[in-house]
T-cell receptor
Framework: DSGVTQTPKHLITATGQRVTLRCSPRSGDLSVYWYQQSLDQGLQFLIQYYNGEERAKGNILERFSAQQFPDLHSELNLSSLELGDSALYFC?????????????FGSGTRLTVV | AQSVSQHNHHVILSEAASLELGCNYSYGGTVNLFWYVQYPGQHLQLLLKYFSGDPLVKGIKGFEAEFIKSKFSFNLRKPSVQWSDTAEYFCAVIPISNFGNEKLTFGTGTRLTIIP
């Protein structure tokens, strides 16, 4: 157990639907990062939050959004889902001074869009 | 923006063989470097990291990596692999800055298959 909790572990949904993925960071970590892992694109950075505020954006589609709540858990919302959104979605967390630490990853949510 | 290249997409070795996985990055400034491993069906786990000092760093499970600044490389090595090393290996880089928006950039990964 890495200390980063992601729910659900698996999600199967239909095209056009909306889902919410949840992440609880490791205790004491203020930053949360979302990554998408697919076979053809590898690990793609989506978005980072630090202490409730968005800090960096990567290759995140407009149909996707995220937020970090006061208790530091984060949610990634995926809407108008397409078949191509099927992937593993990882959350990672780190303390403020990332330069001195690596990320700690959660176990991921496997999303299958049918 | 920084980028990371892992030229070996799939490596197949027999048990007890020696391993070296290549990693090159492009970034003009100071970086921290990481290797992560992802066992089948599991999340990414940190193998080792380099921040400064001795360019030869040792990680878990007998892995080590060498940072060669002049070559922008951070290759992963293991003298004798085991079947349990079958996994995907990711090199990652983060630039050092004071802006607070640092993020890890990952390479595309190298799939390692060990044949018993």
């Amino acid at each position: 157990d890495s200390g980063v909790t992601q729910t659900p572990k698996h999600l199967i949904t239909a095209t056009g639907q909306r889902v919410t993925l949840r992440c609880s960071p490791r205790s004491g970590d203020l930053s949360v990062y979302w990554y998408q892992q697919s076979l053809d694109q590898g690990l793609q950075f989506l978005i980072q939050y630090y202490n409730g505020e968005e800090r960096a954006k990567g290759n995140i589609l407009e149909r996707f959004s995220a937020q970090q709540f006061p208790d530091l858990h984060s949610e990634l919302n995926l809407s108008s889902l397409e078949l191509g959104d099927s992937a593993l979605y990882f959350c990672a967390s780190s303390p403020r001074q990332l330069a001195n630490y690596g990320y700690t990853f959660g176990s991921g949510t496997r999303l299958t869009v049918v | 923006a920084q980028s990371v290249s892992q030229h070996n997409h799939h490596v197949i070795l027999s048990e007890a063989a020696s391993l070296e996985l290549g990693c090159n990055y492009s970034y003009g400034g100071t970086v921290n470097l990481f290797w992560y491993v992802q066992y089948p069906g599991q999340h990414l786990q940190l193998l080792l990291k380099y921040f400064s000092g001795d360019p030869l760093v040792k990680g878990i499970k007998g892995f080590e990596a060498e940072f060669i600044k002049s070559k922008f490389s951070f290759n992963l090595r293991k003298p004798s692999v085991q079947w349990s090393d079958t996994a995907e290996y990711f090199c990652a880089v983060i630039p050092i800055s004071n802006f607070g928006n640092e993020k890890l950039t990952f390479g595309t990964g190298t799939r390692l298959t060990i044949i018993p």
